[in-house]
């Protein structure tokens, strides 16, 4: 059939319809919507920033972000796909050219948090910086210096992970008022409020790196010196003989002494058992990771439509419908409890005592644990170094666009 005949065919049918709609007042009507949905809201990367340093005399110092400047292409976002709902509506009053309208509906819909990102430089990769022990002296672990001693420029490696897959069931009652209703074309508005109940799964990535995280102790880089770096979270002081006194879980300190006790003959001290007496120290080494989540609550929300129906024969009509809603809480993603977790480079200029952040970033520093991947020997292991998650909230309102058709009883 060519498009000719089908638009003809399409005029005719529109011209056989009944010339007026229908009213619903003291009637059930019934629908099916079939759509998609458009959520509004994304987390925008500051991967591409770049800080400019002002030193005494005037001279500008740039600073690039040291992750993939191609992250900032992207943004976290809840990516929904196909969206079908049941709704039953009855009739309860009519008056000048109008009506009200009071329905139910039950929907479902799926929906995929995308491109959360994550970038990280590991100390496999940069062995000669972290490894020199005059830092370590200092305590400067984490440094987000970008290039290493040789000039050379660090690591970075940047992933995109999808965050898991949801299930959407709204359940939600509205107040629909139609114009028109005894006309062919009949617009109308509504206003209701309902209550989205949400199931996700987590991706089998997601849920490796929380995993490896939640298993690692972690430190974080503050201003130091002007806008150069230095950590927290790590003993400073030296070592103690008292771990009690180290705050942070027990795996997040290393013992830095485990010497037999000597008499002055050099010989073993014994204890009341006859066991050999030991000095032992530890330093603190970061504080334990709280496990990365994704925190998708059940909420209440508020929504608003506005759509046209066409009364195709009596009892039968079709609609097109967009509607806009506003739900009260979203998404949460978190790692160590934190939406940031290590923070990038500031965007703007700034005198060199007014940087807000080191100029080469904050990022969070895994002292042990970290990712698993090979070392350099080829050995799949746990990987220090500095981290940075854009964590953050997702709302889950938005648009949903429909179309479907309605039977009158």
């Known amino acids: 059939m060519s498009v000719r005949s089908a638009l003809l065919l399409l005029v005719v049918a529109f011209v056989a319809t009944p010339a007026f709609g229908e009213e619903v007042k003291g009637r059930w009507r019934f629908e099916l ?19 400019l340093v002002e030193d005494s005399e005037g001279n500008l110092t740039r600073y690039n972000d040291p992750r993939p400047s191609a992250m900032a292409l992207f943004e976290t976002k809840l990516d929904s796909d196909y969206h079908i ?40 990769l940069d062995a000669d910086y972290i490894r020199d022990p005059s ?30 897959d949801m299930k959407m069931i709204p359940l939600s009652v509205n107040a629909l008022f139609r114009f028109r209703p005894t006309k062919r074309l009949n617009p109308y508005l509504g206003i209701g409020l309902g209550y989205l109940f949400i199931d996700f799964n987590e991706s ?50 290393f013992q830095t002494r485990h010497d037999a006790v000597l008499d002055e003959l050099g010989n073993p001290v014994l204890d009341d058992q006859g066991n050999p007496l030991f000095i032992n120290e530890w330093m603190k ?40 809603n506003w739900a009260a809480q979203g998404i949460t993603i978190t790692v160590d409890d934190r939406t940031e977790f290590g923070q990038g480079v500031v965007a ?62």
Not at 287 to 314: S, Y
């Open 33 to 51: 919507q079939l759509g998609g949905s458009t959520p509004g809201d994304s987390i925008r990367s500051d991967a591409g920033n770049v800080m």
């Open 85 to 124: 709902e049941l709704r039953a509506g009855y009739g309860f009053f009519a008056w000048k050219n109008s009506e009200m309208v009071i329905d139910f509906g039950v929907g479902y819909n799926t929906a995929q948090i995308k491109n959360i990102k994550l970038a990280y430089s590991l100390d496999r």
């Open 135 to 164: 830092l370590r002296t200092f305590g400067r672990f984490g440094d987000p210096s970008v290039y290493r001693r040789d000039g050379s420029r660090e690591t970075w490696i940047g992933e995109l992970v999808n965050g898991g």
């Open 204 to 253: 089998a990535r997601w849920t490796a790196i929380a995993d490896q995280l939640d298993a690692s102790c972690v430190a974080y880089t503050i201003p130091y010196l002007g806008f150069q770096g230095r950590t927290t979270d790590i003993d400073n002081t030296g070592p103690v003989s008292d771990p009690s006194l180290l705050t942070g879980d027990s795996n997040c300190h």
């Open 285 to 324: 080494y970061g504080h334990d990771l709280k496990r990365p989540r994704i925190d998708t609550p059940n909420t209440v929300f508020m929504e608003v439509r506005a759509g046209m129906e066409w009364q195709w024969k009596p009892k039968t009509a079709f609609f097109v419908d967009g509607t806009f």
């Open 348 to 409: 703007g200029t700034f005198a060199i005592e007014d940087v807000p952040v080191p100029s080469r970033g904050a990022p969070a520093y895994i002292t042990t644990g970290g990712l698993v991947g090979p070392d350099t020997n080829g050995e799949v292991a746990p990987q220090p170094g500095e981290y940075i998650v854009e964590g953050g909230t997702l709302d889950y309102g938005g648009w949903k666009f429909v179309f479907g058709v309605r039977f009158t009883l």
